[in-house]
Nanobody
């Protein structure tokens, strides 16, 4: 049984930082594209960062330069380092195994990815003073 467990969310003031962690079991991150999505109240779930098996990373425009996705294959874990957090980053953040696209790397956009089947339970990030 595949399972993803996120942790690391919390309440931070604007300008603060958090690192989210996603531990995968029943599968190996080394074999999969991994992504972080978020869903704010009343909004659709959106992909904010992806790390492919080809070690290509991509980010939503709203988080570029502030968020960093990484993985530790030995720990079967994916991370999302978030800095300079703003109130608009407030959302539930979800880890996803296997976001995929058939669009070649050249010309590919984050919106070209479709989510994989397996999700974590989510971790709440609240940015507020």
């Amino acid at each position: 049984q595949v399972q993803l467990v996120e942790s690391g969310g919390g309440l931070v003031p604007p300008g603060g930082s958090l690192t989210l962690t996603c531990v995968l079991s029943g599968s190996f991150v080394v074999n999969w594209n991994m992504g972080w999505y978020r869903q704010a109240p009343g909004k659709q779930r959106e992909l904010v960062a992806v790390d492919t098996t080809d070690r290509i990373t991509d980010y939503a425009e709203s988080v570029k330069g502030r968020f960093t996705i990484s993985r530790d294959n030995a720990k079967n874990t994916v991370y999302l380092q978030m800095t300079s957090l703003q109130p608009e980053d407030t959302a539930v953040y979800y880890c996803n195994r296997g976001p995929r696209t058939s669009v070649p790397e050249l010309g590919r956009h984050l919106s070209d990815y479709l989510p994989g089947y397996w999700w974590g339970q989510g971790t709440q990030v609240t940015v507020s003073s």
